[in-house]
């Protein structure tokens, strides 16, 4: 198979920016398969970076894996191939979370804050998913109002998205990578007997974290190809690296090494479909 193919003889349900959803093998599970294509400002950028899409499925299967060891509850079941993963089928919530540790992006342009200015705690910021909106920023009463979520599923992706936090903050600082911001998407899943759980949902990958060298500063995500630095393979190959996902002798500077696909071991597909997650608590939100 080509690294620009895509499957076509399941159903397909969504496709997005980054990625396509199909069909399932069982009920309520999805194929999330990652493309190469790489966008920006709502789409307003494009191009096809070859490799992209492998390098994200690998990264992103393995952070999940591992939010999941702290008590995280993922989408996520296990890797199919190097491009997809088999995932819960879940019902997105509309809120896009950014969680900031370092300002960076839109909150230098709208406050006027410094770039790289340290913040003395993490902030959380709501954005509504809606590209033809440009995603507009938005609060708890937003939020609550239009029904776009309760504040108890509020509370607990808050709760979740700060946990997220502090593990991956941890685990790129032991890779010698500052966790600047990222983003979070989470989804309900209904149960049997009308138990809510919320679960971590999307992506976690250079896409929507940004990550820089903590000694030399150097963007390694996907502001790259946003600021026209170029390099973003290299960077994306040198995160996965760190990481620990992909040998070192498997990267090629300035392009994709087909030969990749060939020395990438299975991520650790560890997560039983069996799992037991817990359901939402619906107590009145802690003040």
């Given at each position: 198979?080509?690294?620009?193919?895509?499957?076509?003889?399941?159903?397909?349900?969504?496709?997005?920016?980054?990625?396509?959803?199909?069909?399932?093998?069982?009920?309520?599970?999805?194929?999330?398969?990652?493309?190469?294509?790489?966008?920006?400002?709502?789409?307003?950028?494009?191009?096809?970076?070859?490799?992209?899409?492998?390098?994200?499925?690998?990264?992103?299967a393995h952070l999940m894996t591992r939010l999941e060891t702290i008590g995280v509850p993922t989408h996520f079941i296990k890797s199919l191939n190097m491009r997809e993963q088999l995932i819960r089928q879940v019902e997105i919530i509309p809120i896009e979370l950014v969680v900031r540790n370092i300002a960076a992006g839109s909150l230098c342009k709208r406050l006027g804050v410094a770039e790289g200015s340290r913040m003395p705690r993490p902030i959380v910021e709501f954005y509504y998913k809606n590209d033809a909106l440009g995603d507009p920023m938005v609060n708890d009463d937003h939020i609550v109002t239009f029904g776009w979520a309760d504040p108890y599923e509020i509370e607990e992706m808050v709760n979740?998205?700060?946990?997220c936090n502090d593990y991956l903050n941890g685990l790129f600082a032991g890779v010698n990578l500052l966790l600047v911001d990222f983003k979070l998407e989470f989804g309900r899943i209904w149960g049997e007997q009308g138990e809510l759980y919320i679960v971590l949902a999307d992506e976690i990958s250079p896409d929507n974290c940004r990550l820089w060298d903590m000694k030399t500063k150097e963007k390694m995500d996907k502001d790259r190809f946003r600021q026209d630095l170029g390099g973003i393979m290299d960077a994306y190959q040198e995160v996965a690296a760190r990481l620990g996902i992909i040998p070192r002798e498997a990267l090629v500077s300035g392009t994709f090494n087909e030969n990749l696909m060939s020395s990438l071991e299975e991520i650790e597909n560890e997560l039983s479909e069996a799992r037991t997650m817990r359901a939402l608590n619906k107590t009145k939100p802690k003040k």
């Amino acid at each position: 198979m080509s690294l620009l193919s895509v499957p076509t003889r399941r159903r397909q349900i969504y496709e997005g920016k980054a990625k396509i959803l199909y069909e399932g093998p069982e009920p309520g599970t999805v194929i999330q398969y990652f493309k190469d294509d790489a966008t920006a400002g709502n789409g307003a950028k494009k191009d096809v970076i070859a490799g992209k899409g492998i390098l994200n499925n690998r990264i992103s299967a393995h952070l999940m894996t591992r939010l999941e060891t702290i008590g995280v509850p993922t989408h996520f079941i296990k890797s199919l191939n190097m491009r997809e993963q088999l995932i819960r089928q879940v019902e997105i919530i509309p809120i896009e979370l950014v969680v900031r540790n370092i300002a960076a992006g839109s909150l230098c342009k709208r406050l006027g804050v410094a770039e790289g200015s340290r913040m003395p705690r993490p902030i959380v910021e709501f954005y509504y998913k809606n590209d033809a909106l440009g995603d507009p920023m938005v609060n708890d009463d937003h939020i609550v109002t239009f029904g776009w979520a309760d504040p108890y599923e509020i509370e607990e992706m808050v709760n979740l998205a700060f946990r997220c936090n502090d593990y991956l903050n941890g685990l790129f600082a032991g890779v010698n990578l500052l966790l600047v911001d990222f983003k979070l998407e989470f989804g309900r899943i209904w149960g049997e007997q009308g138990e809510l759980y919320i679960v971590l949902a999307d992506e976690i990958s250079p896409d929507n974290c940004r990550l820089w060298d903590m000694k030399t500063k150097e963007k390694m995500d996907k502001d790259r190809f946003r600021q026209d630095l170029g390099g973003i393979m290299d960077a994306y190959q040198e995160v996965a690296a760190r990481l620990g996902i992909i040998p070192r002798e498997a990267l090629v500077s300035g392009t994709f090494n087909e030969n990749l696909m060939s020395s990438l071991e299975e991520i650790e597909n560890e997560l039983s479909e069996a799992r037991t997650m817990r359901a939402l608590n619906k107590t009145k939100p802690k003040k």
